[in-house]
Nanobody
Framework: QVHLVESGGGLVQAGGSLRLSCAAF????????MGWFRQAPGKEREFVAA????????YYADSVKGRFTVSRDNAKNTMYLRMNSLKPADTADYYC???????????????????WGQGTQVTVSS
């Protein structure tokens, strides 16, 4: 089992940047594929980005492609989400998630993830 804790959220103006972190506690972090999701008020939780256990492969939702970058440092048991050129539409609670299994498969749906953090709030003002 793994416990996930997000940090780095906050209030930023449109066009600004933030870096979210997801710290993992428990079993070997490198054994998990990881992902970021977000949930805006009144909306369903949606996929943002995914990364394989070794950090070699990544995948992004079309809405963030070219602006967001997911990465991980297995030595620090931490995953990151660098968010640039932020828009008011990016306002949401951001969640990190972990899935058992290695390989090169990138998980993009909620049901594929086994563990979730509590979320960190990101607000982008216009």
């Amino acid at each position: 089992q793994v416990h996930l804790v997000e940090s780095g959220g906050g209030l930023v103006q449109a066009g600004g940047s933030l870096r979210l972190s997801c710290a993992a506690f428990g079993r070997t972090f490198s054994s998990y594929a990881m992902g970021w999701f977000r949930q805006a008020p009144g909306k369903e939780r949606e996929f943002v980005a995914a990364i394989t256990w070794d950090g070699i492969s990544t995948y992004y939702a079309d809405s963030v492609k070219g602006r967001f970058t997911v990465s991980r440092d297995n030595a620090k048991n931490t995953m990151y989400l660098r968010m640039n050129s932020l828009k008011p539409a990016d306002t949401a609670d951001y969640y990190c998630a972990a899935a058992h299994g290695g390989g090169s498969y990138l998980r993009t749906t909620r049901s594929e993830y086994d563990y979730w953090g509590q979320g960190t709030q990101v607000t982008v003002s216009s």
